[in-house]
């Protein structure tokens, strides 16, 4: 358990900047106390060379005792001084039993030609020289030339009390170190929390969305990189969620379609088949069941086609060809039925020839689900209008009739599968399945055109849909038939 918690973000983002934390501040205690333990050896090297010169002084000087001079410097700051003379005449001045062990030792050669053959005469300090000792100590050296004789002076130190010092000040960094490393602990916790804590949410979030429950929402809180994602998965969720509503009321009206006509279809046949539907009338109500036949095949095919165009698996052929021609074709072939329902019709076009770039056959699909709407929902003596005329590199077709309209509530829906107003229109013998104007907005979308709906109830319905007008030079070389894609 330990171990998958270790492999979590949260836990390596607390392991690391705590870890980092303490590195930093151990580096920063030692790097602090080795300068401060190096500046003040530098400090006491250079008071050492002042009481070698002190020393040297009182030597040199004619008045007074030298021996009691030297004897009180070293009392006094607790000090070993020693004064090597001609023929290696070793003297010692000393206060304190611990110094004791310096009288019996001797400068060794190898220190005794260093100090003779140093540069500075002055004089300057040196660690080490001769064995000393169990405590550290810092030795400063100068020469005495006096009118009877030449000699060496050293004056030596304790370094104990300052490498004391720098023993405390590492154990203070390391009690800092802990210190902050305890406070990085639970402000790393604070920080991982505040930043893991989202993911962990959104996570949760993807979960139930993948059990179907789009309810779930992330909370959002600032404008940071895991609040932008946390508002695009909620708008994922929400679209979602709508897609789900869309696919339940899909199934459920597809179901409803194809289960009426199945329904009366199976009533009619099973009473033609038991006798209560009498032989002379098979005709009549195999008419009535060839009707739904009929409609179930054209739902079934508007579903095909719907899915296949919303799938992306039907190829847009774009070629150039004459919008005005395709519109009087499409009209041809609606001529019994304007007739059928005395529907007079006007066609306005703009220009007498109008290139569009498109696929023909679909544009053409688009025109006969717009016309046969308008003849469907149109009360019997009614004008339907067709116009088509272009601006600039867009060309505009209207379909317009004068039927019953449909309420403005209802309007933003009419593209939406499956949705019908029966409410708002009387319906027809010929009631569609409420695909036909879905399919019309996806084929126009498919050419990344856009179709609107302008009705008011009494007032008829218009539809207006924009197709790319083609140049005169694809207009020229294509004759208005070649296939450009």
């Excluded at 100590?137 to 020469?143: E, G, I, Q």
């Excluded at 339907?384 to 600039?392: H, K, W």
């Excluded at 319906?427 to 609107?452: C, D, F, N, W, Y």
Aim: with cysteine; net charge neutral; charged share 25%.
């Amino acid at each position: 358990m330990r171990k998958n918690r270790f492999r979590t973000i949260f836990s390596r983002m607390m392991f690391m900047q705590c870890l980092t934390v303490a590195i930093a501040v151990l580096l920063i205690g030692v790097v602090l106390s080795v300068i401060v333990y190096a500046e003040r050896v530098g400090e006491y090297g250079t008071q050492l060379n002042r009481y070698a010169q002190n020393a040297r002084a009182g030597i040199m000087s004619e008045a007074g005792d030298a021996k009691t001079r030297l004897l009180n410097l070293a009392a006094d700051n607790d000090l070993f001084i020693e004064y090597v003379g001609e023929h290696d005449r070793v003297e010692a001045y000393y206060a304190g039993e611990r110094w004791k062990p310096f009288e019996k030792l001797s400068l060794s050669e190898t220190a005794y030609a260093r100090v003779k053959s140093d540069a500075n005469p002055i004089g300057g300090t040196m660690t080490g020289y001769f064995n000393r000792p169990a405590f550290p100590v810092l030795t400063a050296y100068c020469s005495v030339f006096t009118d009877t004789e030449n000699g060496i002076l050293l004056v030596t130190g304790d370094l104990g009390p300052i490498r004391g010092s720098s023993g405390s000040m590492i154990l203070w960094t390391l009690l800092i170190s802990a210190i902050t490393l305890i406070g990085s602990g639970v402000v790393s916790y604070y920080t991982a929390y505040r930043v893991i804590n989202p993911f962990i949410e959104m996570n949760h979030a993807v979960k139930c969305y993948s059990r179907g429950d789009f309810s779930t929402r992330i909370p959002v809180e600032g404008k940071d990189e895991a609040a932008e994602l946390g508002k695009s998965l909620n708008e994922m969720a929400e679209q979602l969620r709508g897609l789900e509503d869309t696919r339940r009321s899909f199934v459920a009206n597809v179901s409803h379609e194809l289960r009426s006509p199945l329904t009366s279809m199976k009533g009619f046949l099973e009473a033609m088949q038991d006798g209560t539907i009498p032989e002379e009338s098979f005709p009549e109500y195999i008419g009535i069941v060839l009707n739904e036949t009929r409609r179930m095949v054209t739902l079934v095919n508007d579903l095909l086609d719907l899915a296949r165009i919303e799938s992306g698996t039907i190829q847009i052929h774009y070629e150039v060809f004459d919008i005005n021609e395709l519109i009087r074709r499409t009209l041809l072939t609606f001529e019994a039925r304007l007739i059928e329902n005395e529907m007079e019709m006007e066609v306005r076009f703009a220009q007498d020839q109008c290139f569009v770039l498109a696929d023909s056959a679909q544009i053409g699909q688009v025109l006969r689900n717009l016309i046969d709407n308008a003849i469907k929902y149109s009360p019997k003596g009614r004008t339907l209008f067709v116009s088509a005329y272009s601006m600039r590199k867009t060309v505009y077709v209207t379909v317009r009739d004068n039927g019953i309209g449909i309420p403005q509530e209802d309007v933003p829906h009419v593209f939406d599968r499956f949705y019908k107003v029966e409410k708002a229109h009387t319906p027809a013998p010929q009631m569609g399945s409420g695909l036909g104007l879905s399919i019309v907005k996806r084929i126009i979308e498919s050419h990344g055109q856009s179709i609107t709906v302008r009705s008011a109830r009494g007032r008829g319905t218009q539809f207006t849909f924009t197709l790319e007008r083609a140049s005169a030079m694809k207009r020229v070389s294509d004759g208005g038939k070649r296939n450009v894609s």
